[in-house]
């Protein structure tokens, strides 16, 4: 399986980038695509694409493998070898996750964590020395249910989000408008404290801080941004992802930080937009900078670019990548007029 090709001349920002797209496949989607792009993010290549893995929806990277969901009624996760010399990744093993719809991971600290939407339960794997996968070592269970019947009937583990410093893994509950942190340790992740959020929220990503003691969960079902400190777990502050005065549907799905820690940005499916805040450089607290219109139809995961210049967002309902460069002033987001077309991408991770 060929997926990632090493390139000499795009290992820096000067020299170009390089992307995986994680999707959807009910659409004829090869699976996990890689890009190579340029400096301006001007000529997107299609290098590679896998071909046989089922709703690679998240990725994962660490240590030169690249660990994905198969986001299905009997899910999975598995681990690809990247081949340095024959740019090819080869399958090195798959796990079962014990439940349904698997929709994000994460891997360090010498383990691999996977959270199941429909299943109500996250799993924790050993990784072994070469990269694969070990024997499940976790299967932890949440139960209880929210104000929105319709979406949180029961437990729906969304994220489970590894703190910077790969001690705490925080785990984002929509079912149960709950954060649950875990203690990470060498016998595997223990359960520390339950971050209660507002009732009929729906937390669905966390983003953290680097420098200050806060995290970022973007809450799908009310639209709505909590600050949370990491140092007692209180709620600091709540603050809309949309335009005042908006009306009509919309939902939150994914948030990130500048790599400056300056400016943060969330994802607003359905009336499509990112939504962008200015950082309090003291207590962390959100200040609203701007929207800007998706450039597609049900934005999901973005990221941005390492050196902070661009930020490239997936839209899953018009198949297509929007490439946006990003102004480090004023945390304001342009589109470039560059996209890639892939069917229904969920998930951009750069290399």
């Not at 299609?46 to 998240?58: A, D, I, R, Y």
Request: with cysteine.
């Amino acid at each position: 399986m060929s997926i990632l090709l090493t390139l000499p001349g795009c290992t820096n920002a000067q020299e170009g980038y390089k992307i995986l797209i994680g999707t959807y496949t009910q659409k004829g989607s090869d699976g996990i695509y890689y890009y190579q792009l340029d400096a301006a993010m001007k000529k997107p290549v299609k290098v590679s694409s896998s071909k046989g893995v089922k709703n690679p929806s998240f990725l994962a990277v660490e240590g030169g493998v690249v660990y994905t969901v198969n986001e299905e009624e009997q899910g999975k996760v598995q681990a690809y070898r990247l081949n340095q010399k024959s740019g090819a990744f080869k399958l090195i093993n798959e796990q079962e996750t014990g439940g349904a719809h698997p929709c994000h991971i994460s891997a360090g600290s010498g383990l691999l964590f996977a959270g199941n939407y429909s299943g109500g339960n996250l799993v924790v794997y050993p990784l072994e020395k070469d990269g694969s996968v070990g024997i499940r070592s976790q299967l932890i269970a949440n139960s209880g249910s929210g104000p929105v019947t319709s979406r949180q009937e029961k437990s729906h583990v969304h994220s489970v989000n590894i703190s910077p410093d790969g001690e705490s893994l925080w785990v984002a509950d929509l079912g149960t408008d709950e954060v649950l942190v875990f203690t990470i340790g060498s016998q595997g992740i223990h359960e520390k404290s339950r971050i209660r959020i507002t009732p009929g929220a729906g937390p669905r990503h966390i983003a953290f801080h680097a420098t200050l003691p806060v995290a970022y969960v973007i809450n799908e079902l009310n639209n709505m941004m909590s600050v949370i400190s990491t140092d007692d777990f209180s709620t600091l502050q709540e603050i809309s992802t949309l335009p005042e005065g908006f009306e009509g549907t919309s939902f939150c799905a994914d948030v990130h930080l500048s790599p400056d820690g300056k400016f943060l940005y969330g994802s607003n499916r359905y009336s499509d937009s990112i939504v962008s805040f200015k950082v309090d450089e003291k207590s962390g607290k959100l200040s609203l900078a701007g929207h800007v219109p998706a450039g597609g139809k049900v934005p999901r995961n973005f990221a941005v670019s390492p050196d902070g210049k661009y930020v490239l967002v997936a839209n899953q309902d018009s198949d297509n990548v929007v490439v946006f460069e990003r102004d480090a002033e004023t945390g304001l987001l342009h589109k470039t007029g560059t996209e890639i077309k892939v069917s229904m991408p969920v998930c951009v991770k750069f290399l």
